[in-house]
């Protein structure tokens, strides 16, 4: 079965075809660029920087379908991709490491021997990526979503205490992330563009 050359014109639409020589180009191509994201966002878990990178691209390979050239560049894709995948292992080591099920984290801060330097290294470093994230949005949708995604408050909740329905909380969340979305793609291109 004859199966084209990968190439600039034609690795998306193979790697939608599920080709892996189109992995291979896309490894080749944006793995520097792929990298060094993930290396200065994992800097406090530098031994977790080519698990993530397996996982980008198992995310990259499970997802080809859900680019969509006219909305970005497609490094810009896998930059995003790449950011979102490297603060999840950031929040799955601040968890592994200091929490247990159940456990609360004044009692995880209240062990013996509880190394809070390297607490707060990774506490600051997913706050300040979550705080530039929100960087774009009015004071009210900032608050809107520090609550939602970072306090893990419920819908209810918030819509009570800032005498907003739910609705409009939703409408708030919806365009928020479509402006987060937007500049953090923009803001990929330029750096990397």
């Not at 084209?4 to 892996?20: C, F, G, Q, S, W």
């Not at 966002?41 to 080519?50: A, E, F, S, T």
């Not at 013996?112 to 607490?119: L, N, S, T």
Request: aromatic content about 10%; proline content about 3%.
């Amino acid at each position: 079965m004859y199966k084209p050359k990968i190439n600039e014109k034609n690795y998306v639409e193979r790697l939608r075809a599920k080709d892996e020589r189109a992995l291979e180009f896309i490894i080749e191509r944006y793995g520097g660029l792929l990298y060094s994201i993930i290396r200065k966002k994992l800097n406090l878990i530098p031994d977790k920087v080519d698990e993530c990178f397996d996982d980008v691209l198992l995310k990259v390979w499970e997802h080809a379908d859900d680019y969509d050239e006219k909305k970005c560049e497609f490094k810009g894709w896998l930059a995003a991709i790449a950011r979102y995948q490297a603060i999840d292992y950031l929040r799955k080591a601040k968890r592994e490491e200091f929490g247990k099920p159940g456990e609360s984290l004044e009692d995880i801060v209240n062990e013996p021997g509880f190394d809070d330097e390297r607490f707060r290294a990774i506490e600051e470093s997913i706050d300040d990526e979550f705080e530039q994230l929100l960087s774009c949005l009015s004071p009210e949708d900032r608050e809107i979503f520090r609550r939602i995604y970072k306090h893990n408050e419920s819908m209810d909740e918030i819509s009570r205490d800032m005498n907003i329905s739910k609705d409009q909380l939703y409408n708030h969340t919806s365009r928020g992330k479509r402006k987060i979305k937007k500049k953090f793609l923009l803001s990929k291109e330029r750096t990397y563009g």
